[in-house]
Protein backbone atom coordinates (compact mmCIF):
# COMPACT_ATOMS: atom_id res chain seq x y z
CA UNK A 1 0.00 0.00 0.00
CA UNK A 2 1.48 3.42 -0.49
CA UNK A 3 0.70 6.48 1.72
CA UNK A 4 -1.78 8.98 1.21
CA UNK A 5 -0.82 11.63 -1.12
CA UNK A 6 0.33 15.24 -0.20
CA UNK A 7 0.11 16.51 -3.19
CA UNK A 8 -1.60 15.43 -6.37
CA UNK A 9 -0.55 16.46 -9.54
CA UNK A 10 -2.50 16.73 -13.12
CA UNK A 11 -0.29 15.81 -15.85
CA UNK A 12 -1.59 15.63 -20.05
CA UNK A 13 0.81 14.39 -22.07
CA UNK A 14 0.30 13.95 -25.75
CA UNK A 15 0.84 11.10 -28.19
CA UNK A 16 3.97 13.10 -29.67
CA UNK A 17 5.97 12.89 -26.38
CA UNK A 18 6.41 9.38 -27.60
CA UNK A 19 8.60 10.81 -30.32
CA UNK A 20 10.08 13.78 -27.69
CA UNK A 21 7.89 15.71 -29.42
CA UNK A 22 5.10 18.78 -28.21
CA UNK A 23 5.06 19.82 -24.57
CA UNK A 24 3.11 18.05 -21.51
CA UNK A 25 1.06 20.21 -19.23
CA UNK A 26 1.35 19.94 -15.55
CA UNK A 27 -0.39 21.51 -12.77
CA UNK A 28 0.31 22.19 -9.74
CA UNK A 29 4.00 22.94 -10.61
CA UNK A 30 6.18 19.38 -9.09
CA UNK A 31 9.69 18.86 -9.76
CA UNK A 32 9.58 15.22 -10.07
CA UNK A 33 7.05 15.25 -12.60
CA UNK A 34 8.13 18.22 -14.43
CA UNK A 35 11.52 15.89 -14.25
CA UNK A 36 9.80 12.41 -15.76
CA UNK A 37 7.64 14.36 -18.52
CA UNK A 38 10.92 17.00 -19.20
CA UNK A 39 12.67 13.39 -19.88
CA UNK A 40 10.76 13.10 -23.09
CA UNK A 41 9.86 16.69 -24.15
CA UNK A 42 8.76 20.23 -22.83
CA UNK A 43 6.77 20.80 -20.24
CA UNK A 44 4.84 23.33 -18.99
CA UNK A 45 4.05 23.59 -15.83
CA UNK A 46 1.25 25.88 -14.47
CA UNK A 47 -0.39 26.86 -11.10
CA UNK A 48 -3.51 27.61 -11.70
CA UNK A 49 -6.13 24.79 -12.55
CA UNK A 50 -8.22 27.04 -15.06
CA UNK A 51 -5.16 27.64 -16.93
CA UNK A 52 -4.49 24.19 -16.97
CA UNK A 53 -7.91 23.62 -18.53
CA UNK A 54 -7.92 26.36 -21.09
CA UNK A 55 -4.37 24.56 -22.18
CA UNK A 56 -6.37 21.46 -22.62
CA UNK A 57 -8.89 22.57 -25.05
CA UNK A 58 -5.98 23.36 -27.27
CA UNK A 59 -5.58 19.07 -27.64
CA UNK A 60 -9.26 19.13 -29.36
CA UNK A 61 -7.94 21.32 -32.71
CA UNK A 62 -5.15 18.07 -33.86
CA UNK A 63 -8.08 16.64 -36.09
CA UNK A 64 -8.95 19.75 -37.88
CA UNK A 65 -5.81 20.73 -38.25
CA UNK A 66 -5.33 17.44 -39.99
CA UNK A 67 -8.49 17.77 -42.23
CA UNK A 68 -7.23 20.87 -42.62
CA UNK A 69 -3.82 19.67 -44.10
CA UNK A 70 -6.43 16.90 -46.20
CA UNK A 71 -8.26 19.53 -47.62
CA UNK A 72 -5.48 21.05 -49.27
CA UNK A 73 -3.75 17.90 -50.35
CA UNK A 74 -7.19 16.88 -51.81
CA UNK A 75 -7.24 20.14 -53.70
CA UNK A 76 -4.05 19.09 -55.11
CA UNK A 77 -4.70 15.31 -55.74
CA UNK A 78 -8.11 17.01 -57.57
CA UNK A 79 -5.79 19.48 -59.35
CA UNK A 80 -2.85 16.29 -60.50
CA UNK A 81 -0.82 16.21 -58.67
CA UNK A 82 0.31 12.79 -57.25
CA UNK A 83 -0.72 12.04 -53.54
CA UNK A 84 2.98 11.38 -52.07
CA UNK A 85 3.70 14.53 -53.86
CA UNK A 86 1.71 16.68 -52.31
CA UNK A 87 1.88 14.87 -48.81
CA UNK A 88 5.00 15.55 -48.63
CA UNK A 89 5.07 19.08 -49.84
CA UNK A 90 2.25 19.57 -47.26
CA UNK A 91 3.77 18.19 -44.72
CA UNK A 92 7.44 19.75 -45.21
CA UNK A 93 5.98 23.03 -45.91
CA UNK A 94 3.51 23.00 -42.12
CA UNK A 95 7.17 21.81 -40.58
CA UNK A 96 8.82 24.96 -41.51
CA UNK A 97 5.29 26.94 -40.09
CA UNK A 98 5.53 24.98 -36.98
CA UNK A 99 9.16 26.05 -36.12
CA UNK A 100 8.34 29.78 -36.55
CA UNK A 101 7.05 31.02 -33.51
CA UNK A 102 10.78 29.22 -32.15
CA UNK A 103 12.82 31.06 -34.79
CA UNK A 104 10.53 34.82 -33.52
CA UNK A 105 10.34 34.21 -29.68
CA UNK A 106 8.74 38.03 -29.44
CA UNK A 107 6.43 37.69 -32.46
CA UNK A 108 2.75 37.10 -31.22
CA UNK A 109 1.01 34.67 -34.21
CA UNK A 110 -1.05 37.84 -35.42
CA UNK A 111 1.79 39.39 -36.04
CA UNK A 112 3.82 35.88 -38.05
CA UNK A 113 0.09 35.57 -40.09
CA UNK A 114 0.76 39.39 -41.02
CA UNK A 115 4.40 38.27 -42.15
CA UNK A 116 3.08 35.71 -44.09
CA UNK A 117 0.47 37.48 -45.65
CA UNK A 118 2.25 39.87 -48.08
CA UNK A 119 0.24 42.60 -48.81
CA UNK A 120 -1.75 41.81 -52.23
CA UNK A 121 -0.75 38.24 -52.07
CA UNK A 122 -2.12 34.87 -52.44
CA UNK A 123 -1.99 34.27 -48.64
CA UNK A 124 -3.53 37.58 -47.74
CA UNK A 125 -6.05 36.39 -50.31
CA UNK A 126 -6.94 33.19 -48.29
CA UNK A 127 -6.86 34.98 -45.15
CA UNK A 128 -9.54 37.54 -46.11
CA UNK A 129 -11.49 35.21 -47.64
CA UNK A 130 -11.82 32.94 -44.37
CA UNK A 131 -11.82 35.60 -42.37
CA UNK A 132 -14.78 36.88 -44.09
CA UNK A 133 -16.55 33.49 -44.13
CA UNK A 134 -16.05 33.93 -40.07
CA UNK A 135 -13.96 30.12 -40.19
CA UNK A 136 -12.03 31.82 -37.25
CA UNK A 137 -14.92 33.09 -35.12
CA UNK A 138 -16.44 29.49 -35.62
CA UNK A 139 -13.50 27.99 -34.08
CA UNK A 140 -13.64 30.38 -30.71
CA UNK A 141 -16.96 29.08 -30.91
CA UNK A 142 -15.73 25.06 -31.23
CA UNK A 143 -13.27 26.11 -28.63
CA UNK A 144 -15.38 28.00 -25.93
CA UNK A 145 -17.70 24.52 -26.31
CA UNK A 146 -15.04 22.07 -25.93
CA UNK A 147 -14.24 24.46 -22.87
CA UNK A 148 -17.35 24.36 -21.15
CA UNK A 149 -17.60 20.27 -21.55
CA UNK A 150 -14.10 19.92 -19.89
CA UNK A 151 -14.81 22.54 -17.06
CA UNK A 152 -18.14 21.04 -16.81
CA UNK A 153 -20.50 23.82 -17.92
CA UNK A 154 -22.25 21.23 -20.05
CA UNK A 155 -24.31 18.10 -19.76
Known amino acids: MTAPAHQVTKALPMPMIAHRLGAT ?9 AAL ?4 GKVIEVENPAEFNALSVVTATYASYY ?5 INSWLKK ?3 EE ?3 RDYIASLF ?3 GSAPDMSPDADFMHLAQDYATRGGINEQVLRELTARNVFEALT ?3 DGVHRRIVGDTP
Open 84 to 86: GKG
Open 141 to 143: ESL
Open 37 to 40: FGSL
Open 25 to 33: IICPPDATV
Open 79 to 81: NGV
Open 67 to 71: RYLDT
Open 95 to 97: KAL
